[in-house]
């Protein structure tokens, strides 16, 4: 068995892998990945699955502050001519996406890691495996334990104006978050509590992982971020705790990775193996012991201690492939708008 710490031993900073297998004489091709999994995890799986089949990755990663979107589009650009063969996404919203503009092409692993199919499309043209959460990260110097946040609506608590932050929800898992409270809440209660925001003074950074880094140096006192950045703080032995919110309500939302096959792609055979790798319990492990911490979707993954289990959180409910749409409208729309007045008051 195996992890990303071990991997990570493995090197590789170049955006061409090669390990110099002896497999590699057999000229098994290559197969090229876009992905908005943060490098750092992402590509000592990349390097595992290139050691063990003789196939060559090329990766090609999303930058923190355009996380997803930006991978997206190229996408969405390369639709007639496709470059890649794989999208591993950080959440299935986007998978939703591509599906719906026709980049996508439906390809069933054999062993998938969602062997219940919820996090999954049903006409199988993302597939889903390990989950992240989306969390309230509070400094607990700032906040005494009995004084915590329960909800994200401590968000718009007026006691806590100017203390709280978010990233831009244009991007990565905060906009797939922003599209789920619409659908959970409705138009009318979720453009309030977005208002309620800028009026709170809650503050717009760059990305999740700036909120982790602001909140762990005390600048604010809660933020709304990821368990995989969450996680590297508590590692970092920084002074937060993590709240699954709202808990007795509507219920964290979980993001899990998506697996999609490109349609057209130039590799599609590797990318239909690489999408079977990326199923296997090795490397679902190997995302929940590193520091990313993601939770394994397929049952008799262990898990770590500080890792919690699907078992125990209370999931938000909602349509994942429906998001898609909804996403698309809120960044042209609503979204576009609250972003430009939250950055032009």
């Given at each position: 068995?195996?992890?990303?710490?071990?991997?990570?031993?493995?090197?590789?900073?170049?955006?061409?892998?090669?390990?110099?297998?002896?497999?590699?004489?057999?000229?098994?091709?290559?197969?090229?990945?876009?992905?908005?999994?943060?490098?750092?995890?992402?590509?000592?799986?990349?390097?595992?699955?290139?050691?063990?089949?003789?196939?060559?990755?090329?990766?090609?990663?999303?930058?923190?502050?355009?996380?997803s979107t930006?991978?997206?589009?190229?996408?969405?650009?390369?639709?007639?001519?496709?470059?890649?063969?794989?999208?591993?996404?950080?959440?299935p919203v986007?998978?939703?996406?591509?599906?719906?503009?026709?980049?996508?092409?439906?390809?069933?692993?054999?062993?998938?890691?969602?062997?219940?199919?919820?996090?999954?499309?049903?006409?199988?043209?993302?597939?889903?495996?390990?989950?992240?959460?989306?969390?309230?990260?509070?400094?607990?110097?700032?906040?005494?334990?009995?004084?915590?946040p329960t909800?994200?609506?401590?968000?718009?608590?007026?006691?806590?104006?100017?203390?709280?932050?978010?990233?831009?929800?244009?991007?990565?898992?905060?906009?797939?978050?922003?599209?789920?409270?619409?659908?959970?809440?409705?138009?009318?209660?979720?453009?309030?509590?977005?208002?309620?925001?800028?009026?709170?003074?809650?503050?717009?950074?760059?990305?999740?992982?700036?909120?982790?880094?602001?909140?762990?140096?005390?600048?604010?006192?809660?933020?709304?971020?990821?368990?995989?950045?969450?996680?590297?703080?508590?590692?970092?032995?920084?002074?937060?705790?993590?709240?699954?919110?709202?808990?007795?309500?509507?219920?964290?939302?979980?993001?899990?990775?998506?697996?999609?096959?490109?349609?057209?792609?130039?590799?599609?055979?590797?990318?239909?193996?690489?999408?079977?790798?990326?199923?296997?319990?090795?490397?679902?492990?190997?995302?929940?012991?590193?520091?990313?911490?993601?939770?394994?979707?397929?049952?008799?993954?262990?898990?770590?201690?500080?890792?919690?289990?699907?078992?125990?959180?209370?999931?938000?409910?909602?349509?994942?492939?429906?998001?898609?749409?909804?996403?698309?409208?809120?960044?042209?729309?609503?979204?576009?708008?609250?972003?430009?007045?939250?950055?032009?008051?």
């Amino acid at each position: 068995m195996f992890s990303l710490k071990h991997w990570a031993a493995l090197g590789g900073a170049a955006l061409l892998i090669s390990c110099g297998d002896s497999d590699r004489d057999k000229d098994l091709g290559q197969v090229v990945v876009y992905t908005s999994v943060d490098d750092v995890f992402a590509r000592p799986v990349c390097e595992q699955f290139e050691k063990e089949s003789g196939i060559k990755v090329l990766i090609v990663p999303d930058t923190e502050e355009t996380k997803s979107t930006g991978l997206l589009n190229r996408l969405i650009a390369e639709k007639n001519r496709p470059q890649a063969d794989v999208f591993w996404s950080g959440d299935p919203v986007r998978a939703a996406i591509l599906k719906a503009k026709g980049v996508s092409a439906p390809y069933r692993p054999a062993k998938p890691a969602d062997a219940s199919g919820a996090f999954s499309d049903p006409d199988g043209h993302w597939s889903a495996l390990s989950a992240r959460a989306r969390v309230l990260l509070v400094n607990t110097n700032l906040v005494a334990e009995a004084e915590r946040p329960t909800s994200i609506e401590a968000l718009r608590d007026p006691k806590r104006k100017g203390k709280g932050c978010l990233a831009n929800p244009l991007f990565g898992t905060t906009s797939m978050h922003a599209a789920a409270l619409f659908s959970v809440w409705g138009e009318g209660k979720a453009q309030a509590f977005f208002d309620a925001l800028i009026a709170n003074e809650v503050a717009m950074l760059s990305s999740n992982g700036e909120v982790k880094r602001r909140v762990a140096a005390g600048d604010f006192a809660i933020g709304l971020t990821d368990t995989d950045d969450a996680s590297v703080a508590m590692k970092e032995g920084k002074p937060v705790a993590v709240v699954f919110p709202d808990a007795d309500g509507m219920g964290t939302l979980l993001v899990p990775n998506a697996a999609v096959l490109i349609a057209r792609g130039p590799n599609a055979d590797n990318g239909k193996r690489f999408i079977d790798y990326l199923m296997t319990s090795e490397v679902e492990r190997a995302l929940a012991e590193c520091e990313a911490a993601q939770m394994p979707l397929r049952p008799g993954v262990p898990v770590p201690s500080g890792v919690r289990g699907l078992s125990e959180i209370k999931a938000m409910a909602v349509d994942y492939a429906a998001l898609g749409g909804s996403l698309d409208e809120l960044s042209q729309g609503f979204l576009k708008d609250w972003v430009e007045r939250q950055t032009n008051p």
